[in-house]
């Protein structure tokens, strides 16, 4: 039997993985003015917007270009890493 600190572990790892992608996706999208009344493009604002935001209020733009997506991204990787890790860990 799969132990619940393994399936947790998981299961985080596999939704910071989909946020890390969303803000990718956003970020590419954002290169090329996407219709905002799309639902995908709607999708991903209220997906990656809470985490880009606060960032975006911290990291001014350098050169006209937004780093929050690439800091977001390493945050989450980190994040990721450090989670699953201690999740399993807290399993034995």
């Known amino acids: 039997m799969i132990e619940l600190s393994i399936i947790a572990a998981r299961l985080t ?4 993985t989909l946020l ?6 956003r970020a590419v999208l954002s290169w090329v003015q ?12 209220r997906v990656t917007g809470p985490i880009l935001y606060p ?5 001014p733009p350098l ?3 937004d780093l929050s997506p ?5 945050l989450i990787e980190l994040l ?3 989670l699953v890790n ?4 807290l399993g034995g």
């Open 13 to 16: 790892s596999l939704v910071l």
């Open 20 to 25: 890390f992608w969303a803000i990718l996706i």
């Open 34 to 45: 996407p219709d905002p009344r799309k639902p995908i493009v709607q999708f991903l604002e």
């Open 55 to 59: 960032l975006q209020r911290i990291i």
């Open 63 to 65: 050169g006209g270009i």
């Open 70 to 74: 690439l800091v977001a991204m390493l």
């Open 80 to 82: 990721k890493g450090l």
């Open 86 to 89: 201690a999740i399993l860990n």
